[in-house]
């Protein structure tokens, strides 16, 4: 893949950024995503989940290929993300979704994604810090910033490598419990 030109790999962590910038413009708490930008360079608005807490499964096109939003649709996820613990639900930052979406997409495509951990309310948050789980005291759990994920049929180690390709956001791999976190938030790994 490295002798690969970044035009031959499909997508590349500029379009990704420049689409991703885009897409958090907010006005008067809308997204205003000009269409060329997301019909050109982000993959299908498509993903299959499944809350491994729950047992929720919700397949769900949350932008159409235009690039607009689907707000009920983004409502769905913000319930199948909610706090497993005390059901509080939360607007989940598109960055993330989307972050999520690419590296599904470049692994190549429909797999489902298996949620650990979406959403945390601060309640549930300081209860993991308490315990010692590893759990960051101001985490981006709790700002709708971040997922801890599996995929059906992938390693962990295999996802972690596509998310550090794409250089983009938090990448974290919890080899022991077997899944790997993805935020918003600047580039950077663990």
Not at 45 to 70: H, I, K
Not at 144 to 165: C, F, N, S, W, Y
Request: glycine letters at 8%.
């Amino acid at each position: 893949m490295d002798n690969m030109r970044e035009s031959e790999r499909g997508w590349t962590r500029r379009m990704f950024l420049r689409a991703a910038l885009v897409g958090a413009a907010l006005v008067g708490g809308r997204l205003i995503v000009p269409p060329s930008v997301f019909a050109r360079e982000l993959p299908e608005g498509r993903l299959t989940f499944v809350n491994l807490w729950t047992d929720e499964r919700l397949d769900v096109t949350y932008r159409n290929d235009a690039g607009q939003y689907d707000w009920d649709a983004l409502d769905d996820v913000n319930h199948i993300l909610r706090c497993h613990v005390t059901g509080e639900i939360a607007a989940m930052d598109v960055r993330v979704i989307e972050h999520v979406n690419l590296v599904q997409k470049t692994l190549g495509g429909d797999r489902e994604i298996q949620v650990v951990s979406g959403f945390r309310s601060p309640e549930y948050n300081a209860r993991l810090v308490r315990s010692g789980r590893r759990a960051a005291r101001h985490s981006l759990h709790m700002q709708g910033q971040a997922i801890d994920l599996r995929m059906t049929g992938v390693h962990p180690k295999v996802i972690r490598q596509a998310a550090l390709e794409l250089e983009y956001g938090g990448v974290g791999y919890y080899p022991r419990s077997k899944f790997v976190h993805l935020d918003s938030g600047p580039f950077r790994h663990w």
